[in-house]
């Protein structure tokens, strides 16, 4: 049964297809949190949502970039296409890289240190809820101070 949370600035409940991996409600409503306030983009097949610690760099660190992709099917239900960890990477010129990719739509995942492996394979499955409470948590703290939402 899909996970649903309620738009409440919209007549339409916003819901999402199972995932490959065990995605929490905690991450659902705050995904719902987020589209309640870009309700313009609710209609859209395709939605990008990007999250930001500006202050984040190579010398100072501070909390990594995540984009998450979204694509709705024809019974208005979100499916989780990927979600991207980016990461400065590299000496003496650090370039912001993918550091983790859970990328559902290809069944795929992706780790600096790994490579590329199924998402269903043992090390993701442990990876992928210690990288969401983390993230959830971050949400809740308010680290990223730049969230864009673009729909398409």
């Given at each position: 049964?899909?996970?649903?949370?309620l738009l409440?600035?919209t007549?339409?409940?916003?819901?999402?297809n199972?995932?490959?991996?065990p995605?929490?409600?905690a991450l659902?409503?705050?995904?719902?949190d987020v589209?309640?306030?870009?309700?313009?983009?609710v209609g859209?097949n395709?939605?990008v949502i990007?999250?930001?610690d500006?202050?984040?760099?190579?010398?100072?660190?501070g909390?990594h970039?995540?984009?998450?992709?979204l694509?709705k099917?024809?019974?208005n239900?979100?499916t989780i296409?990927y979600?991207t960890d980016?990461?400065?990477?590299?000496?003496?010129?650090?370039e912001l890289?993918?550091d983790?990719d859970?990328d559902?739509?290809?069944s795929?995942?992706?780790t600096?240190?790994?490579?590329?492996?199924?998402?269903?394979s043992?090390?993701?499955?442990?990876?992928?809820?210690l990288w969401e409470?983390n993230?959830?948590d971050?949400?809740?703290?308010?680290?990223y101070?730049q969230?864009?939402?673009r729909?398409h």
């Amino acid at each position: 049964m899909p996970a649903k949370s309620l738009l409440s600035n919209t007549s339409n409940s916003l819901s999402f297809n199972k995932a490959a991996l065990p995605i929490s409600n905690a991450l659902l409503k705050r995904l719902a949190d987020v589209l309640n306030q870009y309700t313009e983009v609710v209609g859209d097949n395709y939605i990008v949502i990007n999250f930001r610690d500006k202050g984040y760099s190579a010398e100072k660190g501070g909390f990594h970039p995540v984009e998450i992709s979204l694509s709705k099917d024809a019974h208005n239900r979100y499916t989780i296409l990927y979600i991207t960890d980016f990461s400065y990477c590299g000496d003496p010129y650090p370039e912001l890289e993918r550091d983790i990719d859970f990328d559902f739509g290809n069944s795929a995942a992706f780790t600096r240190y790994i490579g590329w492996t199924g998402i269903c394979s043992p090390a993701i499955v442990e990876l992928y809820p210690l990288w969401e409470d983390n993230f959830v948590d971050y949400l809740d703290t308010d680290a990223y101070d730049q969230v864009e939402v673009r729909g398409h």
